[in-house]
């Protein structure tokens, strides 16, 4: 439960923002709007706005501490059942969490608290999923891929495309199996690794999609060294060997000729290497999400009421680059306010260091305080 002062007082500050700032969310009347207060993300859906006033007019009068939306396209966004909305067509959807990166940090800081590291690694994985997979291999254009940030732990991406429009759930599934490298069969990649005596042919790095993938990463793990084999699980005396030999091999791969070195049991072996290499590649994206479209997600440009930071749209591939949540993502102003801060690992915002703190009183800018107290580590003083 959040402080009850702490609810009163955060409420009142949302309640000011969204006076003062109109929310910008495309296709209003073809959406469906779900609501939360601190407690639950989403306690009450199935809204529909005819226009934007009417979406601005609620926004300002209920200032609600989660404004959720559909990907998805109804003719009555307000209609329940689901069946009776009409469903006419969805964005591809991609929610990326720090949380679901396993990051070593997490066991250090816990995975409802995001620290720096959390921050750039989900970051790399969005543009990783943008550069690597939705541009070269689907063909979107950057114009058709809207990023924002989610207001705490990561990113969301959504493509308009009328080439995706109308795909099924099952469809949307194949789009992240296929981003997650789930049920690659070696045999596409590597025709003849099943025959005895024939030369391994396998892909080249400059193959379309998995193919080049593959090659490209088995370079950059040979690059890499010992340490990063041992780290993916390869057996030393296997890294020894491969390193043995780099430099053939990599000429080999490069040519798409994967028989420079002479390995017995060579479909187990480069198809064990494979296997490690693609577990690794897409645990960020919550495949739930993507396949099913009827799940709300965070409105673009809305408050977050667990941080109090704004899910904000982030306009191109270049602004992601320096896109900082902890400073470009902040609602509030500077006035100092006096929070009792529990256990607090050290944060920045907009440039600034806030502890550690461990049970104190401290005095600090509105916007840190409604930080620390809506992810619950402090309540006003
Ligand atoms: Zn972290």
């Known amino acids: 439960m959040l402080d009850e002062n702490v609810a009163k007082f955060a409420s009142s500050l949302f309640k000011r923002y969204y006076l003062k700032n109109r929310i910008s ?41 989660f404004v959720s939306y559909s990907a998805s396209f109804y003719r009555m966004p307000a209609g329940r059942p689901m069946e009776n909305k009409g ?38 994985e969005t543009i990783k999923l943008v550069e690597d997979f939705l541009m070269p291999d689907f063909g979107f254009s950057e114009k058709e891929i809207k990023i924002n940030f989610s207001g705490n732990r990561g990113y969301h991406i959504r493509i308009k495309s009328d080439d995706i429009f109308e ?65 993916l699980g390869i057996k030393r005396a296997d890294a020894r060997m491969l390193l043995k030999n780099k430099s053939e091999i990599i000429a080999g791969i490069s040519s798409g000729n994967w028989d420079k070195v002479k390995i017995s049991k060579k479909a187990e072996f480069w198809g064990g290497i494979v296997e490690k290499m693609t577990v690794k590649q897409s645990d960020s994206i919550d495949r739930n999400v993507t396949k099913d479209v009827y799940h709300l997600l965070r409105a673009p440009s809305t408050l977050h009421g667990d941080t109090g930071l704004v899910a904000k749209k982030i306009g191109s591939l270049h602004s992601l680059d320096a896109f900082d949540p902890m400073k470009d993502g902040v609602a509030f102003g500077a006035r100092d306010v006096k929070v009792h801060a529990g256990k607090v690992n050290a944060f920045y915002m907009k440039d600034r260091q806030f502890g550690p703190y461990d049970s104190l009183d401290v005095e600090v800018p509105l916007y840190a305080a409604m930080y620390m107290m809506l992810k619950r580590v402090a309540t006003l003083a």
Not at 28 to 46: C, M, P, Q
Not at 98 to 117: I, K, M, R
């Open 87 to 124: 469903w006419f067509g969805a964005e591809l959807v991609f929610d990326l969490d720090a949380t679901d990166l396993h990051l070593e940090c997490q066991n250090v800081h816990g995975s409802s608290w995001v620290c720096e590291n959390c921050f750039s690694s989900i970051k790399d």
């Open 25 to 65: 969310v495309d296709s209003i009347a073809s959406r469906e709007f779900g609501f939360g207060d601190f407690e639950s993300k989403i306690s009450y859906r199935h809204k529909g706005f005819g226009s934007d006033a009417e979406l601005q007019q609620y926004m300002a009068a209920q200032a609600p501490a």
């Open 167 to 231: 795909l099924g759930s099952d469809e949307r599934k194949q789009i992240s199996d296929y981003i997650s490298g789930g049920g690659i069969k070696m045999e596409n990649f590597f025709p003849t690794i099943n025959q005895r005596n024939t030369k391994l042919e396998g892909p080249k790095p400059t193959d379309y999609g998995w193919g080049g993938r593959i090659a490209r990463g088995m370079i950059e793990l040979l690059d890499g060294g010992e340490e990063r084999m041992a780290a």
